[in-house]
């Protein structure tokens, strides 16, 4: 499945493409169309199956873990702990969901677009930070904008049930997402490991 949000770069590309074509200018054509068919795979939407023991805590993006470590000197409280993942351009974009709950707040902070695996980034980019507030305590989602994504869109609003692995919401473009998590999870994945949004454990409830 493609995300109607890719529709207009699909689209204009393609018309880019055929106008190109018309005026018998075919190496810039064929850029255009190499752009739509990057376009359609950069929208693309996977189904994806969530594991469903309610105690395993699942990646809310596809990418690469960058950062582990503990609240306090973050946005995170300082109790928590917190996961950020960046996402390339040739991840999937959609977020979801990383554990049942309802959206206890939605805040869109304006910033910067320094790229989004950097420190400044982290700090001075613009984000989306949905509040999910759970049965194990609330969990903290950021959706940060990079140099190239320079818009996050989050679907949900405060008041929503989210079931885990549901989309709540997408970033275009390389970017990252960060998760706070309440001490009563303990972490499974390490610095450097691969993700998948709604499908790769990276937390459980501890026992």
Not at 17 to 41: G, H, R, T, V
Not at 108 to 127: D, Q, V
Request: glycine share 8%.
């Amino acid at each position: 499945m493609i995300r109607k949000e890719g529709l207009p770069y699909i689209g204009g590309a393609l018309l880019l493409s055929s106008f190109f074509y018309l005026l018998w200018l075919e190496p810039i054509a064929i850029i255009f169309l190499i752009l739509a068919l990057f376009f359609a795979y950069f929208f693309r939407d996977p189904e994806r199956i969530s594991p469903e023991e309610p105690a395993l805590l699942v990646s809310p993006a596809d990418g690469k873990v960058i950062v582990i470590r503990k609240g306090g000197d973050t946005f995170c409280p300082e109790a928590y702990s917190e996961i950020s993942i960046f996402m390339s351009p040739f991840n999937v974009h959609v977020n979801r969901a990383p554990f049942n709950g309802k959206v206890k707040e939605v805040v869109y902070t304006p910033g910067k677009f320094f790229s989004a695996f950097k420190e400044k980034a982290y700090r001075e980019n613009e984000n989306i930070k949905i509040t999910l507030q759970t049965e194990a305590g609330d969990i903290i989602i950021r959706q940060v904008a990079g140099v190239i994504a320079r818009r996050a869109v989050c679907w949900v609003k405060e008041g929503e049930p989210l079931k885990k692995g549901q989309r709540f919401g997408m970033i275009k473009f390389s970017s990252r997402v960060d998760i706070c998590l309440p001490p009563s999870f303990e972490i499974s994945v390490k610095e450097g490991e691969k993700v998948l949004a709604g499908k790769t454990v990276i937390a459980s409830l501890r026992k």
